[in-house]
């Protein structure tokens, strides 16, 4: 497992950027169970959560070192005592858009809707009514004709907030495979969206601060530059996984925008994706999957995929 350099470290605090594509904490299931804080406490065994990003968001992220840092520290997130600011690429012009929402001095402006669980596409949230009240704050950095880069600061802090409210604003956010539509979502290989900066007193020795990471991204084409993928070989992948059991390695090629309707394999698989991209549905959860991701899937765990319009090639390892 590779070795976790914080941006900052005491006794009490470390500070990270999680990388896009990776879970805050362990989700369901056996390709869900890598993660930030179980990396975290591969090195830390005292480190324990305080508060999550999206997986397919990057950027900063605080861990507390036992129990009474965490219960200050989320104490400090509960009371809005933690200034979080995001950056993010949307679709189209979003200033023309937002002309009747009054703007400060500095340019910001407020999205307002209250944001509920659409129960039936979990984990898709909407705005509705009978959701929770739920208040981000944007300002436009730059414009072009097909996308502005935007500063976000999210008020409350909602699931998949920024994103939705972006979206109910018209303005989806380049990359986004839950609330894009597929044009948007092709821009980018990955959601552009990256928690840049976090501002808050030391939650026990109340000195200020602050870190940032800033994004190079923009709102013209290529809106992003993205760390290179660090390269693995087909021989050290099938070493790997013959370690951990599996039977045979293989390499598939799929054609561009096949469609695999919800079907099962008798065999449990470890998959890489090497080129293209595709779209991996199991139940209710959807991932995006470009070159360097993986997942894992147990035997006879229903799921559908969906090709990209550049096909996708993977190594594929079976366990019968």
Known sequence: MQKISPLYEDEHLLVLEKPSGLLSVPGRGPDKQDCLITRVQAQWPNALVVHRIDQDTSGLLVIARGPEAQRRMSRLFETRQVHKRYVAVVAGQAQPTQQGVEADAEGWRTIEGPIL??????????????????????????????????????????????????????????????????????????????????????????????????????????????????????????????????????????????????????????????????????????????????????????????YGPEGATYWVARKN
């Open 117 to 306: 669980l659409d129960w039936e596409r979990r984990p898709i949230h909407i705005v509705h009514p009978d959701g929770k009240p739920s208040r981000s704050r944007w300002r436009a950095l730059q414009s072009s004709d097909t996308a502005t880069l935007v500063e976000l600061e999210p008020v409350t802090g909602r699931t998949h907030q920024l994103r939705v409210h972006l979206q109910s604003i018209g303005h989806p956010i380049l990359g986004d495979a839950l609330y894009a539509p597929a044009a948007v979502r092709a821009l980018s290989p990955r959601l552009l969206l990256h928690a840049q900066s976090l501002n808050f007193a030391h939650p026990f020795t109340d000195a200020p601060l602050s870190f940032s990471q800033p994004t190079d991204w923009s709102a013209h084409a290529p809106y992003g530059q993205f760390k290179e993928i660090p390269k693995m070989s087909f021989d050290v992948f099938k070493q790997q996984a013959l370690a951990e059991g599996f039977d045979e390695v293989l390499e598939r090629t799929w054609a561009a925008d096949t469609v695999l309707e919800t079907h099962t394999h008798p065999f449990a698989v470890k998959v890489k994706v090497t080129a293209g991209q595709m779209w991996l549905t199991i139940g209710s959860q959807k991932r995006y999957l470009t070159p360097g991701d993986e997942f894992s899937l147990p035997a006879d765990e229903p799921h559908a995929e969906h």
